[in-house]
């Protein structure tokens, strides 16, 4: 397990390879263009581990955003698009970091060690390291251990603060909608629309119905029919889907 | 009394690298006097070029065999150190050099990722040190003399571009943005 996170490169290293593959600078649409390589790259790692699992969600999260900013640049407020140069910036220090490693590496590479004194044995070698066994310091009383076991404590109790906690409600996935609608549609092969969105339960499931059927609209399985202005539309299977 | 010599001998005879402080109790002499005269014996032996070198590092001091004779001093000592090193590894000790000393929640804000593990594995193999500052009550962690003589460097200063990464406005603004976040 160690080898494998010893191994692994954080989300920004995956961001920063899926922008020089694609030979891009670090730009916001750069960021745009990369989002879904990078959810693929998520979806199928095998050498993402849980502690960094949510490092890599959140980066996930905030390149969707900038994908739907691209999309629709009019619902962004000021401080969505600094927190978008925020990235930016991220990006480009630790780009800064990576290429200085790479010098560091260099050096390291080059093995120009420095030694500093040293003892040896009768052959010449440095003697073996000692095993490591606990002596305790001079000077040391039981008020001092317990001083530094409070301090201990202390210092880990700083550091944990609790989070809000939330539960994950169950939710219905476009996929699943669109299942459905398709099993819908073979059977009835045209239903009202306002009813359909009627059936849902929360809002959530109200905008996974509507995209449910755009998607479905996209992919030319469906069309919607109304008489006139503002009347009932319905939602048709399309005469090319109908098996005859 | 030439503070130089006295310097140089007590390096020489030290096997653990010493302080400003070690040595300005031991030989009298302020603090800021043995801090120059450090330079100046490290600035002599680089102009010299002689077989040994002195490097520093958090404030201490340390001789050393010159980066030139590794090779041979490695054949002598019958050293078999590799350096080799994970290239996360690899970028977390580039950022604790460049930028230490630091937190883990500044190495973690850099790097974008959950850090715990490599500063355990890098502090067990004695690469990296931390610090605790009581005040703060926050923990900063530092490259050791270790690390710099796997580097063959005399200290993190002489690393590439150091004033620009160690000091960068852009750097400021990041941090300082996503504390507010």
Same mark, same amino acid.
């Given at each position: 397990?160690?080898?494998?996170?010893?191994?692994?490169?954080?989300?920004?290293?995956?961001?920063?390879?899926?922008?020089?593959?694609?030979?891009?600078?670090?730009?916001?649409?750069?960021?745009?263009?990369?989002?879904?390589?990078?959810?693929?790259?998520?979806?199928?790692?095998?050498?993402?581990?849980?502690?960094?699992?949510?490092?890599?969600?959140?980066?996930?999260?905030?390149?969707?955003?900038?994908?739907?900013?691209?999309?629709?640049?009019?619902?962004?407020?000021?401080?969505?698009?600094?927190?978008?140069?925020?990235?930016?910036?991220?990006?480009?220090?630790?780009?800064?970091?990576?290429?200085?490693?790479?010098?560091?590496?260099?050096?390291?590479?080059?093995?120009?060690?420095?030694?500093?004194?040293?003892?040896?044995?009768?052959?010449?070698?440095?003697?073996?390291?000692?095993?490591?066994?606990?002596?305790?310091?001079?000077?040391?009383?039981?008020?001092?251990?317990?001083?530094?076991?409070?301090?201990?404590?202390?210092?880990?109790?700083?550091?944990?603060?609790?989070?809000?906690?939330?539960?994950? *409600?169950?939710?219905?996935?476009?996929?699943?909608?669109?299942?459905?609608?398709?099993?819908?549609?073979?059977?009835?092969?045209? /239903?009202?629309?306002?009813?359909?969105?009627?059936?849902?339960?929360?809002?959530?499931?109200?905008?996974?119905?509507?995209?449910? *059927?755009?998607?479905?609209?996209?992919?030319?399985?469906?069309?919607?029919?109304?008489?006139?202005? /503002?009347?009932?539309?319905?939602?048709?299977?399309?005469?090319?889907?109908?098996?005859? | 009394?030439?503070?130089?010599?006295?310097?140089?001998?007590?390096?020489?005879?030290?096997?653990?690298?010493?302080?400003?402080?070690?040595?300005?109790?031991?030989?009298?002499?302020?603090?800021?006097?043995?801090?120059?005269?450090?330079?100046?014996?490290?600035?002599?032996?680089?102009?010299?070029?002689?077989? /040994?070198?002195?490097?520093?590092?958090?404030?201490?001091?340390?001789?050393?065999?010159?980066?030139?004779?590794?090779?041979?001093?490695?054949?002598?000592?019958?050293?078999?150190?590799?350096?080799?090193?994970?290239?996360?590894?690899?970028?977390?000790?580039?950022?604790?050099?460049?930028?230490?000393?630091?937190?883990?929640?500044?190495?973690?804000?850099?790097?974008?990722?959950?850090?715990?593990?490599?500063?355990?594995?890098?502090?067990?193999?004695?690469?990296?040190?931390?610090?605790?500052?009581?005040?703060?009550?926050?923990?900063?962690?530092?490259?050791?003399?270790?690390?710099?003589?796997?580097?063959?460097?005399?200290? *993190?200063?002489?690393?590439?571009?150091?004033?620009?990464?160690?000091?960068?406005?852009?750097?400021?603004?990041?941090?300082?943005?996503? *504390?507010?976040?």
């Amino acid at each position: 397990m160690e080898l494998k996170l010893e191994k692994f490169q954080g989300p920004l290293g995956i961001l920063l390879k899926l922008i020089e593959q694609e030979e891009l600078d670090i730009t916001e649409i750069a960021l745009a263009k990369i989002a879904d390589e990078f959810l693929a790259y998520v979806e199928t790692s095998e050498n993402i581990g849980p502690e960094e699992m949510a490092d890599f969600l959140v980066m996930a999260a905030r390149l969707l955003y900038i994908k739907s900013k691209a999309l629709l640049p009019y619902l962004v407020s000021v401080e969505e698009e600094e927190e978008i140069t925020d990235l930016e910036n991220q990006l480009r220090m630790y780009k800064e970091f990576i290429d200085a490693s790479a010098k560091i590496s260099e050096l390291v590479g080059a093995k120009k060690f420095l030694f500093s004194p040293v003892i040896l044995n009768k052959n010449f070698r440095r003697p073996k390291k000692e095993k490591v066994s606990f002596v305790a310091p001079t000077g040391i009383t039981k008020i001092l251990l317990r001083d530094r076991f409070v301090e201990l404590l202390d210092r880990l109790q700083t550091k944990i603060e609790p989070l809000d906690e939330k539960s994950l *409600v169950g939710k219905i996935s476009i996929d699943e909608r669109i299942d459905y609608i398709r099993e819908l549609l073979t059977k009835k092969l045209r /239903f009202s629309f306002s009813k359909f969105l009627e059936t849902a339960t929360s809002r959530t499931e109200v905008i996974v119905n509507f995209l449910a *059927v755009l998607e479905l609209a996209k992919q030319r399985e469906l069309v919607f029919e109304q008489d006139e202005l /503002f009347s009932e539309i319905h939602v048709v299977l399309r005469n090319d889907n109908v098996i005859n | 009394m030439n503070l130089l010599s006295q310097l140089e001998s007590l390096l020489f005879i030290s096997s653990k690298p010493l302080t400003v402080k070690d040595i300005a109790e031991l030989t009298g002499a302020k603090a800021k006097e043995v801090e120059e005269t450090l330079e100046q014996l490290a600035h002599d032996y680089k102009e010299q070029a002689r077989g /040994f070198i002195l490097i520093k590092n958090n404030n201490q001091y340390q001789l050393t065999t010159a980066p030139e004779n590794t090779e041979l001093v490695s054949k002598f000592l019958k050293d078999e150190t590799s350096g080799e090193l994970s290239q996360p590894s690899l970028e977390a000790l580039t950022i604790i050099a460049y930028r230490g000393p630091i937190t883990k929640l500044e190495l973690e804000r850099i790097r974008g990722v959950n850090c715990s593990l490599i500063l355990r594995n890098l502090l067990i193999r004695g690469l990296i040190e931390e610090k605790l500052d009581k005040q703060k009550n926050e923990s900063f962690y530092l490259v050791t003399l270790e690390f710099i003589k796997f580097l063959g460097v005399s200290s *993190v200063d002489e690393l590439p571009d150091y004033e620009k990464l160690h000091r960068t406005e852009s750097l400021e603004e990041v941090l300082e943005e996503s *504390v507010n976040l």
